[in-house]
């Protein structure tokens, strides 16, 4: 249920209700907004019509009503604002468009160097690239592991990009913990529950790519579990869904970037790179996501994508990058955005 403050509510009487909904079973979660404290009410609690009447007569407490969506703390019932996620030097989720740029995997320290500058050049903010890669095939290269991941630590420290890349098991999350900034949960994972709830512990941003096979009202109950367990750092990625086209290696569902933006206030980013495949689509796809209010883009870029060791069909040549970049421009201004 959210629990809406009178404007002026203290902080005791703030204490006083957050203490109240735990004696009735629940946990609190607090949401400052501008004007007023609204507090969620979450869990399977005791009788909730009694404790929303007995709630509504607590001093400083203006209004309760149910929440009705099963996500309950990503949903926009009860956060209206969005949330806007700040990382040294740039914000994902308010008036930034930050694209995410790299090669699918790591595979040795001038490939990923020299993309990393490129893209950075071009003006992405975070550099991507796979340590631990989680391949349809348990033959095709699996990743450089922790190699991986201090290639990509470099990368940063001669850039000053960010960092995303993935990680696929709650046992492997102290190691990357210690070099990424930006935790991505792949598709195959978004439902692997024993880690996204350890990834509600961590104190850093989650990127949640929609599973192949996900509907919306399940990749927010994933996004859910992370926020459920404290880590309120959750960006949505649309990625593509299997249909019955094969043309395409995926079918990008761009409605899903309004319509998630308006069951709930987390950001939402597009991959035009896995929800294409395909190197030619990339461009177009990009400024379909910005016209849908997309809060930014992940791509796929490699130096020699001919010989990359996994996407190289659906990887941009930094050239390429550069002039995405300068389209994407073109119609963030339209949409009053900016990189
Ligand atoms: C990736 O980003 O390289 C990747 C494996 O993506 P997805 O999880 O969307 O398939
Ligand atoms: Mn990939």
Do not use: W
Not at 202 to 221: A, H, I, Q
Not at 228 to 247: D, K, M
Request: glycine share 8%.
């Amino acid at each position: 249920m959210i629990i809406s403050m009178v404007p002026k509510a203290t902080k005791e009487q703030i204490e006083h209700v957050c203490e109240k909904i735990k004696s009735f079973g629940y946990t609190a979660h607090p949401i400052y907004g501008e004007e007023r404290v609204v507090i969620g009410a979450i869990g399977d609690g005791k009788d909730k019509d009694h404790v929303i009447s007995v709630m509504e007569s607590v001093p400083g407490v203006e209004s309760v009503i149910p929440i009705l969506q099963p996500f309950k703390l990503v949903g926009r019932e009860l956060k209206k604002d969005k949330t806007i996620i700040k990382i040294d030097g740039f914000t994902i989720g308010g008036d930034q468009f930050v694209v995410m740029a790299g090669p699918c995997s790591v595979e040795y320290r001038e490939q990923i160097l020299t993309t990393a500058e490129r893209v950075k050049a071009a003006g992405a903010k975070v550099l991507r690239g796979g340590a631990y890669k989680p391949r349809t095939s348990p033959y095709d290269f699996q990743g450089l592991e922790e190699e991986g991941l201090k290639l990509l630590a470099e990368a940063r420290e001669k850039t000053g990009l960010k960092i995303i890349t993935e990680i696929i098991t709650p046992e492997n999350i102290e190691l990357v913990n210690d070099y990424t900034d930006i935790f991505q949960v792949g598709a195959r994972n978004m439902q692997n529950f024993a880690l996204l709830k350890k990834l509600g512990k961590v104190k850093k941003p989650v990127m949640l790519k929609r599973g192949m096979m996900s509907t919306l009202k399940e990749f927010l109950m994933s996004a859910e579990y992370i926020v459920s367990q404290g880590n309120s750092q959750v960006v949505l990625c649309e990625r593509g869904i299997r249909t019955f086209e094969t043309y395409t290696r995926n079918t990008l569902d761009i409605s899903a970037v309004p319509a998630l933006q308006q069951l709930s206030h987390l950001p939402v980013i597009v991959d035009p790179s896995h929800g294409t495949g395909k190197r030619s689509l990339i461009a177009p796809v990009s400024k379909a996501a910005v016209a849908v209010g997309a809060d930014g883009l992940i791509v796929e870029v490699h130096p020699n994508p001919e010989e990359a060791y996994s996407d190289g069909q659906q990887s941009l040549l930094p050239d390429e990058f550069e002039e995405l970049m300068k389209g994407v421009k073109k119609y963030l201004a339209v949409e009053g955005k900016s990189l």
